[in-house]
């Protein structure tokens, strides 16, 4: 079955629906699928999640091309989750997008791909000219491209000018769990943006998430911050839940910082 059969684009109307390569979401919250103990967990992780996103690690992954092994889309099938292949794993521009390729012949001509290539094995951080070049050669080669990216404004908009359907910036190192490290650069790109901006990387915990939402992100993707927790699944439910105050937070707006305390009722009319 083709991802683009998934149902979830037609659906009731949404009233805030996250757009991502012309579909509509409800979930702002986009999981990945690696690092849990077995595939029963990864299944009960997602599904608690909420989310209708989930990404895909092409390269450690079972989709179809290992028959003998464990097939992720037995326990997650497209029918009900949009797959999100990515390049995880890749440090050149010819395993990226090799990898990307090979995700759209196993998912039947899927063309929305996470597009990451790493330039430290540290760190984890990406290599930017080389991303740009990947993303360069998968635009022009039809794809839809979500790509990983620093926490740079003047990166993140030329990522989409050139016409990358979302711009996923780091809130820190990948799988390190620190939280925004630098919530101004991430309310900067936000601020810039005509395309959708999702942290990936760096969330540890609910928290994280909601600050993320609250500075005006469009979404937020993770993994290990759900997958290592002592429990997954819980956590997975604390993360949707994050992820849902947030974004009602955002869209309320908070009330402005004041330098001292104001009392909560009018002073006016009191007895005495």
């Known amino acids: 079955m083709s991802v683009l059969s998934n149902p979830v684009s037609r659906t009731a109307p949404i009233d805030d629906p996250l757009m991502i390569g012309g579909r509509a979401y409800r979930s702002r919250l986009l999981v990945g699928t690696g ?13 608690a999640s909420g989310a209708e996103i989930i990404t895909v690690a092409i390269r450690r992954t079972n989709i179809g ?24 794993g890749c440090y050149n521009v010819e395993d990226a ?12 001509g899927h063309d929305l791909v996470k597009l990451e290539v790493l330039g430290d094995e540290t760190t984890l951080y990406p290599d930017i000219p080389r991303t740009l070049e990947a993303a360069a050669i998968l635009i022009k080669d039809g794809f839809k491209v979500m790509v990983y990216t620093n926490d740079d404004p ?8 050139m016409g990358c359907v979302a711009v996923m910036p780091l809130a820190a190192p990948i799988g ?5 490290r630098n919530p101004y650069n991430i309310r900067f790109i936000v601020e810039g943006a005509k395309v959708p901006i999702l942290v990936d990387a760096g969330v540890g915990t609910a928290s994280d998430a909601a600050i993320a939402m609250e500075l005006g992100c469009d979404g937020v993707l993770m993994n290990t911050a759900i997958a290592q927790a002592r429990d997954p699944v819980l956590m997975a439910s604390a993360m949707r839940k994050a992820i849902e105050a947030g974004r009602e937070a955002y869209r309320a707006g908070r009330m402005p910082r004041k330098q001292y305390g104001s009392a909560s009722s009018p002073l006016a009319g009191t007895i005495g």
């Open 35 to 47: 690092k849990y103990k077995d595939l029963d967990e990864t299944k009960r992780a997602v599904e």
């Open 65 to 88: 091309q290992n028959p003998n092994e464990p097939n992720l889309l037995e326990v997650l099938p497209l029918s009900k989750y949009t797959y999100l292949p990515n390049t995880a």
């Open 97 to 108: 997008v090799r990898t990307c390729r090979l995700a759209r012949e196993l998912l039947d």
């Open 154 to 161: 003047i990166v993140a908009k030329r990522f989409e000018e």
């Open 176 to 180: 390190s769990g620190l939280g925004i």
